[in-house]
């Protein structure tokens, strides 16, 4: 764990360096935020704190993907016109908002403003609120969601989860589908805007309320606690404000990844009684050190009867058929890659297997999440990565697939907790 900024393409001059340590030290230290956030690991992939200077990347283009949700980007240099042209790049675009406009800053020696040896400098610090560049098109996420300030919340910012605009879906589906009629795609974006985005939306917001009524106390922090939400006339939820899993934490291990996912889901499962459907590693966050899961949009209650429903039926029945999850079961199922019947029989259904069916695959692979390069350790040659590969194949392809020894995340953690053993007996051996 070293100190120093951000990896720089090249040598700051000294005075620079000198201005950048001055706002680390005057502006920085001693805020919570940096005290928790500002270290650096070595070679970051990701980063809660960007520096530049001149001549360094100055543009929101530049330092997105660099910067963890939430993150800041400060810029010092020493010409005042210089650092606001450079803010104009930040302010309100580009998924940023402006945390503190240009300000001056000056260099102390021993604390102290020396004239000739204090350097005067200005600087700026701006804060990355969304989750894509605007423009980008992406498939990883469907809402519009992004940071909001609300002064007393951690770190002084909410999540907010909106029903993205009528243009924004409309926009996507034409990018997707550029064969599909406009009239086609106009009709089915206002479908989704009006109808089943404003249904999921709300059936989270209730969701999220269970969980914290019937999670374990010590596990409530682990899923998105609702702050507030405003309805529309017909009394569906549009926007959704929720606490920030801000991402963070100690390093941990691919194992106690793994474990503290299937630990999760295991009381997910029986204590909150509710199948969450979309365990993608996007919809994981590591706060705290802690394996967290978030987005209940499309997650049922344990005995849920959908079929009261006919719009939720034909949702759900939809939705088992398109989503990644299930399309991935599937193919894994006819190609013989999964023989265990527990799971092959819930293929198309609602059902916890499709939860620790994907958390198997998902234990293996925790990078697919860009963010989480530096918050667990995977060594694919390691005995650790090589014995979770295994379980996963065993859950699988167990031997007897009829009467499969892994049937719930409860199984999977006992499987985890087995190899936990086996890695330290061997350690213990090594030693
Ligand atoms: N409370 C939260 N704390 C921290 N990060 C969050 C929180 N809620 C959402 N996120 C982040 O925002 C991303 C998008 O939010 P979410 O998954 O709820 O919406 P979505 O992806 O648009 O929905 P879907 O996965 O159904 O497409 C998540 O992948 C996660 O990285
Ligand atoms: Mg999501």
């Known amino acids: 764990m070293s100190s120093t900024p951000n990896p720089q ?39 809660n704190y960007w520096f530049s200077t001149p001549g360094e990347p100055d543009t929101p283009q530049e330092v997105f993907d660099h910067l963890h949700w939430g993150g ?33 800053i000056v260099t102390r020696v021993a604390g102290l403003w ?25 498939d990883r996420f469907t809402y519009h969601v992004q940071l909001v300030r609300n002064p007393q919340a951690d770190y002084g910012y909410v999540v907010y989860k909106e029903v ?63 702050i507030g939400y405003e309805k529309d006339d017909r009394g569906f939820v549009r926007r959704l404000y929720l606490n920030w899993l801000r991402l963070g934490g100690e390093t941990m291990s691919q194992i106690e990844f793994a474990k503290q996912t299937a630990d999760l889901l295991r ?14 590693l996007d919809n994981f966050v590591i706060s705290n050190g802690e394996v967290s899961f978030v987005d209940f949009g499309s997650a049922v209650r344990d005995g849920e009867d959908l079929s009261q429903s006919p719009m939720l039926t034909s949702l759900f029945e939809e939705m088992m058929r398109t989503s990644q999850i299930q399309r991935l079961l599937g193919k894994w199922a006819n190609s013989g890659r999964i023989t265990n019947k527990v799971i092959r029989e819930k293929f198309q259904h609602v059902d916890k297997a499709i939860d620790f069916f994907y958390m198997a695959v998902q234990m293996n692979r925790p990078h697919h999440n860009p963010e989480f390069q530096d918050l ?13 590969s295994a379980l996963t194949a065993s859950i699988l392809r167990p031997k007897d697939p009829d009467n499969p020894a892994f049937q719930s995340a409860a199984d999977i953690l006992e499987g985890i907790h087995q190899i936990e053993k086996f890695l330290v007996s061997q350690e213990d051996q090594a030693a």
């Open 114 to 138: 020396l004239p000739g040896f204090s350097k005067k400098g200005y600087f700026f610090i701006a804060r990355k609120l969304l989750l894509v560049l605007p423009g980008q098109m992406t």
């Open 376 to 388: 667990v350790h995977c060594d694919k040659t390691s005995l650790e990565a090589e014995q979770i």
């Open 267 to 280: 009381v997910l499962h029986n204590d909150g009684g509710v199948i969450h459907l979309d365990l993608r």
């Open 72 to 104: 800041q980007f400060v810029y010092v240099c020493t010409d005042q016109v210089q650092a606001q042209q450079v803010a104009a790049n930040f302010h309100d675009q580009g998924g940023f908002v402006m945390e503190r406009s240009v300000q001056r």
């Open 9 to 47: 393409t090249r040598p700051r001059s000294v005075a620079l360096a000198r201005l950048v340590r001055a706002v680390q030290q005057q502006i920085l230290r001693g805020t919570l935020e940096y005290e928790q956030f500002g270290q650096v690991p070595d070679k970051p992939h990701m980063q």
């Open 164 to 226: 993205p605009t009528l243009d924004n879906v409309a926009w996507r589906l034409r990018e997707k589908h550029p064969d599909i009629p406009e009239e086609t795609i106009v009709k089915r974006a206002r479908k989704l805007v009006e109808n089943v985005f404003p249904i999921f939306l709300t059936r989270e917001t209730a969701i999220l309320n269970i969980l914290q009524r019937d999670l374990p106390k010590s596990y409530r922090h682990r899923v998105p606690k609702v």
